[in-house]
């Protein structure tokens, strides 16, 4: 099977595009309206850019009737938002997060979490998840789709702080995630965890590399 997704319809019944690229790590994003009304939400187009120095970027798709993210909006005009590690402890509370509120209601208000705040703006982070990052908004892409909710902005953020609970490092400085066991976005309503971890090696890779590759605190 075959099919040009720009110009036919998915052969099959349920689209097949969201559930190639996987697993899809989840950006449950949380950050501060204009008004002040905190906001928390997962999104499943999130990704690292780069390591030195550290950048992220999500993307957004518009609502059907052409409004934009409210994360988005809330990025560009606070400068800040929170990136929190979605784990399968957090699974429900993740979930809950993606319902459509009205305007001025927080998602936090529905959750069961504990809201901390970052060091460098008022943003609230979620004290349960055992990773966060703080993001300082750089700027965003629009690309126009062929529908409102095809279009979408991409933001792009640097991290600026990093919180890591000291109970998932390793005694060798490295992330336990066995133990910490990440979920990922899959496609249709599936997810997944991660809980087990394999390691493989470059063959004939210099030091350099290896030490890139594995995040030497000296690179």
Same mark, same amino acid.
């Given at each position: 099977?075959?099919?040009?997704? %720009?110009?036919?319809?998915?052969?099959?019944?349920?689209?097949?595009?969201?559930?190639?690229?996987?697993?899809?790590?989840?950006?449950?994003?949380?950050?501060?309206?204009?008004?002040?009304?905190?906001?928390?939400?997962?999104? /499943?187009?999130?990704?690292?850019? @780069?390591?030195?120095?550290?950048?992220?970027?999500?993307?957004?798709?518009?609502?059907?009737?052409? +409004?934009?993210?409210?994360?988005?909006?809330?990025?560009?005009?606070?400068?800040?938002?929170?990136?929190?590690? =979605?784990?399968?402890?957090?699974?429900?509370?993740?979930?809950? @997060?993606?319902?459509?509120?009205?305007?001025?209601?927080?998602?936090?208000? %529905?959750? $069961?979490?504990?809201?901390?705040? =970052?060091?460098? =703006?008022?943003?609230?982070?979620?004290?349960? @998840?055992?990773?966060?990052?703080?993001?300082?908004?750089? /700027?965003? %892409?629009?690309?126009?789709?062929? /529908?409102?909710?095809? $279009?979408?902005?991409?933001?792009?953020? +640097?991290?600026?702080?990093? %919180?890591?609970?000291?109970?998932?490092?390793?005694?060798?400085?490295?992330?336990?995630?066995? =133990?910490? +066991?990440?979920?990922?976005?899959?496609?249709?309503?599936?997810?997944?965890?991660?809980?087990?971890?394999?390691?493989? +090696?470059?063959?004939? @890779?210099?030091?350099?590399?290896?030490?890139?590759?594995?995040?030497?605190? /000296?690179?």
């Amino acid at each position: 099977m075959k099919y040009a997704p %720009h110009i036919e319809p998915s052969p099959l019944p349920f689209s097949p595009f969201k559930s190639c690229t996987i697993p899809r790590p989840i950006g449950w994003l949380s950050s501060v309206s204009p008004t002040g009304v905190e906001n928390i939400a997962p999104y /499943s187009q999130w990704q690292n850019l @780069s390591f030195d120095p550290p950048m992220v970027m999500f993307s957004a798709n518009q609502y059907p009737d052409g +409004r934009r993210k409210d994360t988005v909006i809330n990025a560009e005009t606070a400068g800040w938002f929170v990136w929190n590690m =979605a784990t399968w402890d957090l699974r429900e509370q993740v979930n809950l @997060s993606a319902m459509a509120l009205p305007p001025g209601e927080s998602e936090f208000d %529905h959750l $069961t979490v504990t809201r901390d705040y =970052a060091d460098n =703006a008022p943003i609230p982070l979620v004290r349960e @998840s055992p990773v966060k990052f703080e993001c300082r908004y750089l /700027s965003t %892409h629009r690309i126009k789709g062929n /529908s409102p909710v095809g $279009t979408i902005d991409i933001v792009f953020a +640097r991290v600026e702080k990093i %919180h890591i609970d000291d109970r998932v490092i390793r005694p060798d400085g490295r992330l336990d995630i066995p =133990a910490i +066991r990440p979920i990922a976005r899959l496609g249709y309503f599936d997810y997944t965890v991660i809980d087990n971890v394999f390691e493989m +090696r470059v063959p004939g @890779s210099d030091g350099d590399a290896q030490a890139g590759l594995e995040g030497r605190a /000296s690179i």
